[in-house]
């Protein structure tokens, strides 16, 4: 595979505005071939509520077995933060997430955890998944604990 030119690595970058302006970079996978599990835990997660305007706060567990790319963290955390200004429910931003990461990247497998804190009293918790797990694979539990607290 070709090298692919970093927005950000190694860059100043700036925080993008919104998730549509955030660019991800992807690059070659280093173990081409090996089938593992990459995680990446946000647990400071925040977007705002596209009706109230309030903060909402999210511990985000994203899981990928990557095929010939992996996310390049520093565009990931760029594009998480680009949220933080951003109306949208629970469910739009968990799964939005997901399937950008997915149809960009191309990973063999993805899925994505958004537990949320509450507001009102209740905690929503949203799960997106591309498909069935691949054989061979450990996947390990997100772990989350319940509301309690949550972390």
């Known amino acids: 595979m ?5 927005k950000h690595l190694g860059k100043t970058s700036h925080l993008p505005a919104t998730p549509e302006e955030a660019e991800l970079d992807y690059v070659p996978n280093p173990r081409l071939g090996t089938r593992y599990l990459i995680r990446f835990a946000a647990p400071e997660f925040t977007s705002l509520c596209p009706i109230t305007g309030q903060p909402d706060f ?3 567990v994203i899981d990928y077995v990557p095929g010939d790319t992996i996310v390049e963290s520093k565009s990931l955390k760029l594009f998480l933060s680009s949220f933080r200004n951003h109306g949208a429910f629970h469910e739009d931003c968990t799964v939005g997430i997901g399937q950008r990461l997915f149809d960009e990247m191309k990973p063999v497998w993805l899925r994505i955890g958004g537990y949320w804190y509450p507001r009102g009293g209740i905690p929503i918790d949203v799960f997106w998944q591309s498909g069935e797990p691949p054989a ?9 604990p319940g509301y309690r607290g949550r972390g």
Not at 136 to 144: L, S
């Open 2 to 6: 070709a090298a692919m030119e970093a």
């Open 58 to 60: 999210a511990h985000l």
């Open 136 to 144: 061979g694979v450990w996947i390990p539990g997100q772990d989350v």
